[in-house]
């Protein structure tokens, strides 16, 4: 139970955009997840230079059929309705016709409305999600922090520079969205339940879910 005294952030307005690029990938993007791409395809390629020069996110969402990679004859790719803003924090072109990117998830969001370009790209009609409300973790829950501070120690040892493995704040740590986000991308669970995961409303119930799998698992006792 959530203590009377504990301050809640209102989640914002509603945003609606129109003609958002879509990037449909095999993985689920998380809000503050970081998540690196080899770009080569020529879609894409047009696309990501576009939104890095007007400061614009592209939106990620995740596949439930076809593959990352076009290929002649294939039917169209289909995806999940709710996906993930992604903007765009490092880029980089090692070489002609490829591009490197790391990007962060923002905010989550509804397609309402989708097409499919004839160059492949799609573009959507999306509104925005709320935000997780913030949350302090419960007592019951906090081993899954501890857990993870760990495990990002760890990763932060192994390679500092992997911004996926950024020491977490004091704050971070005791949110109860954030903490489940990051289980969510760390843990080896199917694709299906990170995107069911994801879309919940209420990060408390996404980290007690994340908690039971935590146990299940040993990683949190």
């Known amino acids: 139970m959530i203590a009377a005294t504990h301050k809640i952030r209102m989640p914002a307005t509603t945003l609606t955009l129109s003609s958002l690029p879509l990037f449909p990938l095999g993985t ?14 020529v879609r894409y390629l047009d696309m990501v230079r576009k939104c890095h020069q007007t400061g614009a996110p592209f939106g990620v969402v995740s596949l439930t059929q076809g593959s990352e990679v076009r290929r002649a004859g294939a039917p169209d790719e289909q995806f999940h309705d709710v996906g993930t803003l992604a903007v765009i ?3 980089a072109s090692p070489q002609p016709g490829l591009i490197t990117l790391v990007c962060k998830g923002t905010e989550r969001f509804r397609i309402t409305q989708r097409n499919h370009l004839v160059h492949g790209l799609w573009i959507a009609s999306v509104s925005q999600l709320d935000r997780d409300l913030s949350i302090p973790i419960p007592e019951d829950l906090k081993k899954t922090a501890t857990a993870l501070t760990q495990v990002l120690h760890t990763l932060h040892a192994r390679d500092a520079l992997n911004p996926a493995a950024k020491l977490p704040t004091p704050e971070q740590l005791d949110d109860c969205g954030w903490v489940a986000n990051r289980w969510c991308e760390l843990l080896p669970v199917p694709k299906e339940l990170k ?16 908690g039971d799998v935590l146990e299940r698992t040993g990683i949190a006792q």
Do not use: A, H, K, W
């Not at 689920?28 to 395809?41: A, C, D, K, N, Y």
């Not at 995107?195 to 994340?210: G, I, K, S, T």
């Open 195 to 210: 995107q069911r995961l994801m879309e919940l409303d209420n990060p408390l119930v996404r980290l007690e879910l994340v």
């Open 89 to 91: 924090e490092q880029l």
């Open 28 to 41: 689920v993007l998380f809000p503050g997840g970081v998540l690196p791409l080899r770009i080569f395809e």
